[in-house]
T-cell receptor
Framework: DVKVTQSSRYLVKRTGEKVFLECVQD?????MFWYRQDPGLGLRLIYF???????EKGDIPEGYSVSREKKERFSLILESASTNQTSMYLC?????????????????FGPGTRLTVL | SQKIEQNSEALNIQEGKTATLTCNYT??????LQWYRQDPGRGPVFLLL?????KEKRKERLKVTFDTTLKQSLFHITASQPADSATYLC??????????FGAGTRLAVHP
């Protein structure tokens, strides 16, 4: 059974703390993603990585950084947590996009981390 | 900018009826659309993919259509059951390796 796991389901942190969210996938996928999900706004892409040590900014990268030292692991870092970063954080993985011929570009999601910053 | 829009209002239907959810896209022509199901407190789960050259795709009680003229995809669940209650997300190819997601429509199926 394919799996994406996230290090915590619930996390409470204080303003200004450095926060690490970890994601691990066991499908040997090239791509990994970090999203945040807020009511009415849907899933917004923070960062994604298409290979080890490679990363690309998504739509809302400000206040976040990422690390991908191994293919199966993708970490999201909040350098100095703020209250407006309270959200549900979702990690996902997928195979590399092969254009129109690809049938397997669906993204596999982890269970999410509900982060509260006080 | 590229946009995926779904009806933000919840859809309430009776068990046994067909649920129809709408996904509209603007400012581009995606090569494919995907539909996901998300239960409360969980990550989305992939359901179906439909390409721009496919008019319709079926999987058990699910049917998806893709109308490139209307820039719209419809997602149908026939003979709906209370267990189908969830939020359904539409997503479109948003560039190499990426998806753009709609905000989702919540479906509630009442016994």
């Amino acid at each position: 059974d394919v799996k994406v796991t996230q290090s915590s389901r619930y996390l409470v942190k204080r303003t200004g703390e450095k926060v690490f969210l970890e994601c691990v996938q066991d499908m040997d996928h090239e791509n990994m993603f970090w999203y945040r999900q807020d009511p009415g706004l849907g899933l917004r892409l923070i960062y994604f990585s298409y290979d080890v040590k490679m990363k690309e900014k998504g739509d809302i990268p400000e206040g976040y950084s990422v690390s991908r030292e191994k293919k199966e692991r993708f970490s999201l870092i909040l350098e100095s947590a703020s209250t407006n970063q309270t959200s549900m954080y979702l990690c996902a993985s997928s195979t590399r996009d092969r254009g129109m011929l690809s049938s397997y570009n669906e993204q596999f999601f982890g269970p999410g981390t509900r982060l509260t910053v006080l | 900018s590229q946009k995926i829009e779904q009806n933000s209002e919840a859809l309430n239907i009776q068990e046994g009826k067909t649920a129809t959810l709408t996904c509209n896209y603007t400012n581009y022509s995606p090569a494919y659309l995907q539909w996901y199901r998300q239960d409360p407190g969980r990550g989305p789960v992939f359901l179906l993919l439909i390409r721009e050259n496919e008019k319709e795709k079926r999987k058990e009680r699910l049917k998806v259509t893709f109308d490139t003229t209307l820039k719209q995809s419809l997602f149908h669940i026939t003979a709906s059951q209370p267990a189908d209650s969830a939020t359904y997300l539409c997503a479109a190819r948003g560039g190499y390796n990426k998806l753009i997601f709609g905000a989702g429509t919540r479906l509630a199926v009442h016994p």
